[in-house]
């Protein structure tokens, strides 16, 4: 059987395309990621704008279209933040439907983080340890404290990159009155993350997928290992390199990101909100690991259809 995931994201469609064995395996046979900003000018109005949506299309239409090329036996569609704030949610998930017979499934905060769990599960880099998995999307940040067999503590935060970037609007480079600020507002938001962190004794953190795959990239690019570490689902960060890198992006201007070999350009703008964020938690917490997981929330929902749960 081969199932089509889309995961319909604030700023990205991502999809995966796998073949499912009878043995409850797996293989990925096709990805793809289309940068759509569905968000864009929404956070504030709580609206998908028209333009937003009219992109929000031709993505579709292309995943679409590799999903009818792969012969899929099941398509599942799930939509986040973007798409759960809006108040014309339901007009969109219906105009979905009628263009392309696609039901979107719109999940709240705790239901994304459960899924981003499994997803960081299915990737292997899940410990006996307890840990902080930490999944920036474009509306929301999702933190869970966990370990390989359970959930302990998950929240979600309207901490997205790109609700940030809208609300803060940084200077290019950032300014040192914005970053303070942006840095107070991350602080006032994400206590209990702190809390959590303590109560469960937690040395290290999982980066899901998104921002910490861009800090990855322009590491191993600059280190020479990138080919070597595509082969993998997870691995530990370098945390020397990392903080580098994070200080570097926060300092940095448009210019010198366009400049990074391995930078995303769908990423230019808001990876430096990323670095803000995951600075100022590795800066507050005593992590002393820090893993990349390849896998998030559409290996979630991957990691549920194996399960027979969809």
């Known amino acids: 059987m081969k199932v089509g995931i889309i995961d319909m994201g604030t700023n990205t469609f991502n999809l995966l395309i796998a073949e499912l064995d009878n043995k409850g395996g797996y293989r990925p046979i096709y990805k793809s990621k289309v940068g759509v900003k569905l968000g864009e000018g929404s956070f504030e109005k709580k609206y998908i704008t028209e333009a937003a949506m009219q992109r929000s299309f031709l993505a579709l239409e292309a995943q679409i279209s590799a999903i009818k090329n792969q012969y899929c036996d099941k398509v599942l569609a799930f939509a986040t933040s973007a798409v759960r704030g809006a108040t014309n949610a339901t007009d969109?998930?219906?105009?979905?439907?009628?263009?392309?017979?696609?039901?979107?499934?719109?999940?709240?905060?705790?239901?994304?983080?459960?899924?981003?769990?499994?997803?960081?599960q299915l990737s292997g880099a899940l410990?006996?340890?307890?840990?902080?998995?930490?999944?920036?999307?474009?509306?929301?940040?999702?933190?869970?404290?966990?370990?390989?067999?359970?959930?302990?503590?998950k929240k979600s935060y309207e901490l997205g990159v790109s609700r940030l970037l809208e609300k803060f609007k940084p200077e290019d480079p950032i300014s040192k009155d914005t970053l303070n600020e942006l840095e107070r507002h991350i602080e006032n938001q994400i206590i209990e993350v702190f809390d959590a962190i303590k109560a469960e004794n937690v040395r290290t953190m999982i980066g899901s997928s998104g921002s910490f795959d861009t800090f990855s990239d322009v590491i191993a690019k600059r280190e020479g290992d990138y080919e070597e570490k595509l082969k993998f689902t997870s691995y530990n960060f370098d945390r020397e390199a990392l903080d580098a890198h994070l200080n570097e992006l926060v300092l940095s201007t448009r210019m010198e990101r366009e400049g990074m070999d391995g930078m995303?350009?769908?990423?230019?703008?808001?990876?430096?909100?990323?670095?803000?964020?995951v600075r100022y938690v590795l800066r507050n917490a005593p992590i002393e690991t820090v893993k990349l997981s390849k896998y998030s929330l559409k290996e979630g929902v991957l990691f549920e259809v194996l399960k027979g749960n969809l």
Do not use: C, P
């Open 264 to 277: 995303v350009a769908m990423r230019l703008n808001m990876i430096v909100i990323s670095a803000v964020l």
């Open 127 to 153: 410990i006996k340890d307890n840990v902080l998995i930490m999944d920036i999307g474009g509306g929301s940040t999702e933190f869970i404290v966990a370990n390989d067999e359970e959930i302990l503590w």
């Open 92 to 120: 969109y998930v219906q105009k979905v439907k009628d263009l392309y017979g696609i039901n979107i499934h719109v999940i709240d905060g705790d239901r994304e983080a459960s899924m981003i769990y499994n997803g960081v």
